[in-house]
């Protein structure tokens, strides 16, 4: 039988309101919460600070907004893979700053796999094992050094087209992030399936971070990490996959070969200050599995600001070194911390 499953990626430990969509206040700072579905996922939403209530409902709007623009289904993007060109300056901002994390991870972030997401079925899913011939001809249907930006103008070859399934959710977390702060809103935890904007800290007087959870494959999680003002952005292949004869496919293609990446990880977070960034790393990291993402870390990760924690198949916790002091509990089976310095 053929199936597609799709979990959370990061939980958030903090206990989660029993009433979602509400605002309430205290010592003249006002909290407000709201729940709803987009981008494919479960949102969650939760800010305090002056005028929380009347925030809410321009952020609520602008996740609106970004999933229509940014849905691979959508008008622009099904335009795009059409017609073979589009003039938009948001999409083609977007697309900039996707075809340069290209480069820089050599290749191994490329939105142009979609004609291959859609192969496998994510897309639709109407999942199924392309041929090796089908992937081979697909090959040529893809590859980020073809894609042509001039101002707001795209253009893609015949039989090209873009997804942003890996970058969309955390450019829409700096997006929110950006509505909420120029709004005065001074904390809060923005969870888009997963990928978690956090503003502030959870508790300033305190000065305790929020509590954020990586999930375990096997269900539950495998540690938690005290985090303050940034993202926490988790790619994993149990986030989704289906099995056929026995064998199990993820979503988290490797472009050259456009087959799902096996490389002996089970989820890379990103934690960066940066969220699209983030997001496009979680996917690139695991595609160059844990040797090629320590490596990429150390090249970049002073630089561009960003740590990486990565899970492997046999239970092993790699950290880069500044996320190590972050790290508050560990589950079994996952007991090895290694440190990447
Ligand atoms: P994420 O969950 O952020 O790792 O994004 C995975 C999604 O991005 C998949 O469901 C595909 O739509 C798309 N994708 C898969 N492999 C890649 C890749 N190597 N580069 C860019 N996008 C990808
Ligand atoms: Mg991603």
Known sequence: MKKTFSLPRVLLLFALPALFGGLFSSCGEESAESTLFAMDTAISLRITGKNAGEVMPLLEEELRRL????????????????????????????????????????????????????????????????????LLSLLEKTGYESVRIDGDEIALPAGYSVTFGAVAKGYAGDRLRAIAEENGIVSGVLS??????????????????????????????????????????????????????????????????????????????????NGLLADALSTALFVMGPEGAADYWRSFGEAQKFEILLLTEDHRILASKGLVPLITGVEEPYGELVVIE
């Not at 229509?68 to 289904?73: G, I, S, Y």
């Not at 003039?87 to 490329?110: H, K, M, W």
């Not at 979609?114 to 994510?122: H, K």
Request: negative net charge; hydrophobic residues 35%.
């Open 67 to 134: 999933d229509l623009l940014l849905d691979a289904e959508g008008d622009s993007l099904s335009s795009l893979r059409e017609t073979g060109s589009l003039s938009d300056p948001e999409i083609a901002g977007l697309l900039a700053e996707s075809l340069r994390i290209s480069g820089e991870t050599g290749g191994a972030f490329d939105v142009t796999v979609e004609p291959a997401v859609e192969a496998w079925g994510f897309r639709s899913g109407n999942t199924r094992v392309p041929s090796d011939e089908e």
């Open 192 to 273: 888009l399936g997963g990928n978690v904007a956090l503003l502030g800290k959870k508790d300033e007087k305190a000065g305790k971070g929020w509590s954020v959870a990586v999930r375990a494959p096997e269900g539950g999680y495998a540690l938690t990490l005290e985090l303050s003002d940034t993202n926490a952005v988790t790619s994993g292949s149990y986030e989704r996959y289906f099995e056929k004869d026995g064998v199990r496919y993820h979503h988290i293609l490797d472009p050259a070969t456009l087959k799902p990446a096996e490389t002996g990880l089970v989820s890379v977070t990103v934690v960066s200050r």
